[in-house]
């Protein structure tokens, strides 16, 4: 492994060591202008949300995007192409654990361009209608490695959900964030046009964080589109158990994807769905999401 000291980029004083590593490019970079000076129109808004803290929300949204950058780029003309946009709503605990930044490599993929800070931007009180960090088709909104997430307040993290550009907005919650915050957490599931519940299904997982399954529970009882994900699915689940905890019928099941799979995405800076011997499988599943 070759590892190369650098300074992040546009951040040059923080210097981090980083992993030297391949950019897989599946899709072209963008189809859309860098800036937009008009206010976002209405567009659809879709919550991944974990169950508990690692069930793998952040690996299933940046997919799903890509997913939807492909489908659109089957249509006959860039008419019908979308600006579809990844949010990151986490905490400083899920950022410990690893950054989105880095686990699709944003320093390859912007290396040599701007990479705006939409949490920084946020937390400044300055407009966030003009955040675009266009890579693969996707308008990619991540936290970059050293920010915390301490100075954003509710209404920041409301006025980011409510004023970023996209046609889809995808608000990608993970570790913690912002269940500590009921009332928040309340706002945004139930201002989303659909909620996808990402599951963990072991055990302890999802006894972990009791709160946030009656938060989404909520949700889906004011009327809102909840649909159950169950990924890392293997045999040793007891699908009665599972159903029984969860008070579920209908779910959508990701199988436990070979980590050999899974870790050569991350050494290629790339997403899941990237993978060929995995994108058919999350097609599927995907395809539902949108029905």
Known sequence: MVIQSISEQNNPEKSRHLVGRSLARP?????????????????????????????????????????????????????????????????????ARGSD???????????????????????????V?????????????????????EKLKSEDWLRLIGGVAGDVL??????????ANEKLTRRILCDADSVIAVVDPLPSSMMAEPG?????????????????????MNPGVNKRELRSFLRIKNYSMIPYFDPAQIYTAEYNCCTLYAMPKLRETLRIEFTGFMT
Do not use: Q
């Open 212 to 232: 946030r399954l009656e938060l989404i529970k909520e949700a889906e009882s004011s009327g809102i589109d909840v649909r159950y994900v169950i990924n890392k």
């Open 170 to 179: 995808i608000c990608n919650i993970d570790g913690e964030f912002p269940c």
């Open 27 to 95: 899709f072209p970079a963008t189809d859309f202008e860098d800036k937009t000076d008009e206010a976002p129109a209405r567009r659809l808004r879709i919550v991944f949300i974990g169950l508990s803290a690692g069930a793998g929300v952040s690996t299933l949204a940046s997919s799903f995007a890509e997913h939807l950058v492909k489908e659109d780029r089957r249509k006959p003309s860039k008419e019908g192409r979308r600006l579809i946009t990844v949010l990151e709503l986490s905490d400083d605990i899920k950022t």
């Open 101 to 127: 930044y880095d686990r699709i490599g944003c320093d390859r993929r912007f290396a040599g361009r701007n990479f705006s800070s939409c949490h920084s931007i946020a937390a400044s009180g300055r407009s």
């Open 129 to 149: 209608r003009n955040l675009i960090n266009m890579d693969s088709g996707v308008n990619w909104l991540l936290r970059r490695p050293g920010e915390t997430s």
